[in-house]
């Protein structure tokens, strides 16, 4: 995920403080793995570098000075542009997962007992996203079935190599 996008894409609405932004990104993006502070205003400053947002006011407070950041013409065509690209698809193909499989049987290791727990660990997750999606609002229950998608096609994929097992066994050690 782009922070610089998602950030100036929030900015469309109107100006805000970079709490004001780190806190609307946690709330809509964040769920697990919320902004940092230092992340929010590292980034802010970059963007204001780079002429895509500008500082509307400055506010004195008890601490430290609090920016009140606009985007910028600039900013709102490089959103739009951001919008306009797809995301590049991500193929696996050469994944840890299957790294270990090969090491497994090269080794003498058991690469049943490897996907087995994975496909355990597969399961476990799947569970918990699943009771997440189930009190979760829509955005919750999107992102949810997104990440339920893969790991069903990481299971058939478990699957598949469990079921391939010897066959892969006697290519990797020739």
């Given at each position: 995920?782009?922070?610089?996008?998602?950030?100036?894409?929030?900015?469309?609405?109107?100006?805000?403080?970079?709490?004001?932004?780190?806190?609307?990104?946690?709330?809509?993006?964040?769920?697990?793995?919320?902004?940092?502070?230092?992340q929010v205003y590292s980034t802010?400053?970059?963007?204001?570098?780079?002429?895509?947002?500008?500082?509307?006011?400055?506010?004195?407070?008890?601490?430290?000075?609090?920016?009140?950041?606009?985007?910028?013409?600039?900013?709102?065509?490089?959103?739009?542009?951001?919008?306009?690209?797809?995301?590049?698809?991500?193929?696996?193909?050469?994944?840890?997962?299957?790294?270990?499989?090969?090491?497994?049987?090269?080794?003498?290791?058991?690469?049943?007992?490897?996907?087995?727990?994975?496909?355990?660990e597969h399961l476990r997750l799947?569970?918990?996203?699943?009771?997440?999606?189930?009190?979760?609002?829509?955005?919750?229950q999107l992102i949810c079935d997104?990440?339920?998608?893969?790991?069903?096609?990481?299971?058939?994929?478990?699957?598949?190599?469990?079921?391939?097992?010897?066959?892969?066994?006697?290519?990797?050690?020739?």
């Amino acid at each position: 995920m782009s922070i610089g996008h998602t950030l100036l894409g929030l900015l469309e609405s109107g100006p805000r403080h970079g709490y004001d932004l780190k806190r609307a990104f946690d709330e809509r993006f964040g769920h697990d793995r919320p902004l940092h502070y230092g992340q929010v205003y590292s980034t802010m400053a970059r963007l204001l570098k780079n002429g895509l947002v500008e500082v509307e006011g400055i506010e004195p407070g008890a601490g430290p000075e609090r920016k009140r950041y606009a985007i910028t013409d600039a900013g709102l065509t490089d959103v739009e542009t951001w919008l306009a690209q797809p995301e590049k698809a991500e193929p696996y193909l050469q994944t840890t997962l299957y790294t270990k499989v090969v090491l497994a049987l090269l080794t003498g290791r058991s690469a049943v007992d490897l996907l087995d727990t994975q496909r355990a660990e597969h399961l476990r997750l799947m569970r918990e996203l699943t009771r997440r999606k189930s009190s979760g609002d829509l955005a919750d229950q999107l992102i949810c079935d997104h990440a339920l998608f893969h790991l069903e096609a990481d299971l058939r994929w478990l699957e598949l190599t469990a079921a391939r097992l010897d066959q892969l066994a006697t290519e990797v050690r020739k």
